[in-house]
């Protein structure tokens, strides 16, 4: 069983920035992908960022130059740094970790992120 708990969600006024923080437990392995997805009211839930077990990253193209994901394996914890947030990046935000050996998905219960214009 994988558990995913993220923090950090709260209100901030555009221009803001804010640092989501998701930490996993339970048997997970070593080669792993971390990340988030976001889900804003009516559209579908989708990539914000990724870093593997390696390092290497992904981003939204609309989030790149403003946001920074990064993680502590032997915590087994992820980060998303945001910066000059917008009223667009309201969502929540879900925390994502794929197990490369056992081929599973996980998702934490995600948090709320509202940026207020």
């Known amino acids: 069983q994988v558990q995913l708990v993220e923090s950090g969600g709260d209100l901030v006024q555009a221009g803001g920035s804010l640092r989501l923080s998701c930490a996993a437990s339970?048997?997970?392995?070593?080669?792993?992908?971390m990340g988030w997805y976001r889900q804003a009211p009516g559209k579908q839930r989708g990539l914000v960022a990724t870093?593997?077990?390696?390092?290497?990253?992904s981003y939204a193209d609309s989030v790149k130059e403003r946001f920074t994901i990064s993680r502590d394996n032997a915590k087994n914890t992820v980060y998303l740094q945001m910066s000059s947030l917008k009223p667009e990046d309201t969502a929540v935000y879900y925390c994502?970790?794929?197990?490369?050996?056992?081929?599973?998905?996980?998702w934490g219960q995600g948090t709320q992120v509202t940026v207020s214009s």
């Open positions: 339970g048997n997970i392995f070593n080669s792993n992908t």
């Open positions: 870093m593997s077990s390696g390092g290497s990253t």
């Open positions: 994502y970790l794929r197990d490369h050996w056992k081929a599973e998905d996980y």
